[in-house]
C-alpha cells in the first residue's frame, strides 16, 4: 500500500525517516512515497486530507480533527526551548506589542504560543526562511523564528526577546509541543495501528544508528554546519519523540485547552490518538 508521507525538509525530520529512506527496517507491506513542505504548507493540505500521513503543526489539529488521528511518537517537543522572536535588539513585552511581528504563518504552533504569551499583536506573514533577512535588512522590528534560525540568530548580530519554549516551561512546568505526526482516519484502525509501528521503529532506528541518520539528515541542514545540525536534530529528536508518554500528552492537552480558552478555535478540540 502506498503511503505518502508528508515532512518538511529539515534534519530532524530527515533524521526521523532515514531507516524509512534506507530500507533499514521492515515496513509491514506499505511503500512511503516522502512528500516535502514546509509546515504551514503540509497544515493547509491536510485541511484537505490530501496525504495520508503527514507532519502538521499541532495548532492546526482542531482543524483536522475528524480527517486524521494524532500518532502518538514523532512530535517535535522543546523542555524549555522553541521558537523565539528576535530583533536588532531585546525589546521588552510593551515594546513587542507596539510593533509589526513577521510571522511564519497563522497555522503555526509558534504563532498560536506567541498569541498566548503576548495576547493580540500586530504581524505579518512570510516565509518562515524569509523571516531571518526580513529582520536583518531593517524591513521587521522583530521576527519570529522557527527552525533552524532558533539556532543561527545570534551569530547575524540578532538579540533574542523572548523563547516561547523557555516562556511556556515557566508557565506551565511543560516541553511545548510544536509539530505532529498525523495519520488519516480512513486507513482503518489495523492499518492505522501497523502504520503507527512502522514509523515508530522508524525513529528508533534512528536513534540506535545516530552516525548513519545523521549523514543523512545533513542534506537537510540548510546551511547548518554539522555541530549545528547535531544539536538541533537533539532539540527535537528524543524519548518524547519516541513516545509522548504522560507528560507529552499533557502539554499537548494544555496548550490546545489554553487556545480553546482565548477563541482560537470556532468548535471544540477533540484529541485522538492512534491506540
Request: a negative charge; charged letters at 25%.
Amino acid at each position: 500500500m502506498l503511503i505518502r508521507l508528508g515532512h518538511s525538509p529539515d534534519p530532524d525530520d530527515a533524521f526521523m525517516f532515514w531507516a524509512l529512506a534506507a530500507g533499514a527496517i521492515d515496513t509491514r507491506g506499505f511503500e512511503f512515497e516522502h512528500v516535502l513542505q514546509d509546515i504551514q504548507t503540509l497544515s493547509e493540505w491536510a485541511l484537505e486530507g490530501r496525504l495520508e500521513t503527514t507532519a502538521m503543526s499541532l495548532a492546526s489539529y482542531p482543524l483536522v480533527q475528524d480527517k486524521y488521528a494524532i500518532l502518538p511518537h514523532g512530535a517535535s517537543m522543546g523542555s524549555g526551548y522553541g521558537p523565539v522572536v528576535v530583533g536588532p535588539r531585546a525589546l521588552s513585552r510593551d515594546e513587542l506589542l507596539d510593533r509589526e511581528i513577521v510571522v511564519p504563518g497563522e497555522m503555526t504552533t509558534a504563532f498560536l504560543t506567541l498569541r498566548l504569551c503576548l495576547g493580540e499583536f500586530r504581524y505579518r506573514v512570510l516565509p518562515f526562511d524569509q523571516i531571518l533577512d526580513e529582520v536583518l535588512e531593517g524591513r521587521a522590528d522583530a521576527g519570529l523564528l522557527i527552525h533552524e534560525g532558533q539556532l543561527t540568530y545570534a551569530s547575524l548580530g540578532l538579540e533574542k526577546s523572548v523563547d516561547l519554549g523557555e516562556w511556556w516551561l515557566l508557565e506551565t512546568g511543560l516541553p511545548l509541543p510544536l509539530g505532529i505526526n498525523v495519520a488519516r482516519r480512513d486507513l482503518g484502525e489495523e492499518k492505522l495501528h501497523d502504520l503507527s509501528e512502522v514509523l515508530r521503529e522508524s525513529i528508533r532506528a534512528g536513534l540506535d544508528n545516530r552516525e548513519e541518520a545523521m549523514k543523512y539528515a545533513m542534506q537537510f541542514g540548510r546551511g547548518l554546519d554539522e555541530g549545528l545540525t547535531d544539536r538541533f536534530v537533539g532539540m527535537y529528536v528524543n524519548e518524547l519523540t519516541e513516545d509522548y508518554g504522560d507528560e507529552g500528552r499533557k502539554a499537548v492537552s494544555e496548550l490546545l485547552g489554553r487556545a480553546e480558552a482565548i477563541g482560537f478555535y470556532a468548535r471544540p478540540v477533540e484529541l485522538s490518538f492512534v491506540s
